[in-house]
T-cell receptor
Framework: KNEVEQSPQNLTAQEGEFITINCSYS?????LHWLQQHPGGGIVSLFM???GKKKHGRLIATINIQEKHSSLHITASHPRDSAVYIC????????????FGKGTKLSVKP | DAGVTQSPTHLIKTRGQHVTLRCSPI?????VSWYQQVLGQGPQFIFQ???????GRGNFPDRFSARQFPNYSSELNVNALLLGDSALYLC????????????FGDGTRLSIL
């Protein structure tokens, strides 16, 4: 069964804290995506990665293919980072669609 | 450049009615995917179209159908609406069929009364 599991489900942090959100998946993938969803519903793509590590500003995404695990890190968190962060995977081949985790709701307090 | 646009943004229907949702991909993108997101859950895959052909279908009943037009825009149709169809319907476009960055629209929020 293709599953994407995220942890934690909810996360509250103080401004400035280092944040880690985890994602694990059950079978081999061709790509993993980290997405951000704000309360209005719109989804923004943060990263797409198939190996190693990517960095954009205060956001860092890593993936370990052997362990079928990825992490999203936020350094020096800020209240504007408050959102739902969603991990999604492509299983490749003829399957172009994404399989999503349930998301991690992050709240950063000032 | 315009992003992915979806219309309408909000829609209220009653049980048994039919609805059509529309999506315009980013210019040059040939792949359009539709997802349903129920409150508190991650999105669930409904359909993918690439080059006007269906390339994937999720676990949804036949009441759900879609198509892609020559300009790569897409429609999602849902017949005989049920209360459980209330959700945010998201459209995502990408340049090619798979392993591509996905660009999402803001969604259509459908409420069934």
């Amino acid at each position: 069964k293709n599953e994407v599991e995220q942890s934690p489900q909810n996360l509250t942090a103080q401004e400035g804290e280092f944040i880690t959100i985890n994602c694990s998946y059950s079978v081999g993938i061709s790509a993993l995506h980290w997405l951000q969803q704000h309360p209005g519903g719109g989804i923004v793509s943060l990263f797409m990665l198939s190996s190693g590590k990517k960095k954009h500003g205060r956001l860092i995404a890593t993936i370990n293919i052997q362990e079928k695990h990825s992490s999203l890190h936020i350094t020096a968190s800020h209240p504007r980072d408050s959102a739902v962060y969603i991990c999604a995977v492509n299983y490749g081949g003829s399957q172009g669609n994404l399989i999503f985790g349930k998301g991690t709701k992050l709240s950063v307090k000032p | 450049d315009a992003g992915v646009t979806q219309s309408p943004t909000h829609l209220i229907k009653t049980r048994g009615q039919h609805v059509t949702l529309r999506c315009s991909p980013i210019s040059g993108h040939k792949s359009v995917s539709w997802y349903q997101q129920v409150l508190g859950q991650g999105p669930q895959f409904i359909f993918q179209y690439y080059e006007k052909e269906e390339r994937g279908r999720g676990n949804f009943p036949d009441r759900f159908s879609a198509r892609q037009f020559p300009n790569y825009s897409s429609e999602l149709n849902v017949n005989a609406l049920l209360l459980g169809d209330s959700a945010l319907y998201l459209c995502a476009s990408s340049l090619l069929h798979s392993n591509q960055p996905q660009h999402f629209g803001d969604g259509t929020r459908l409420s069934i009364l």
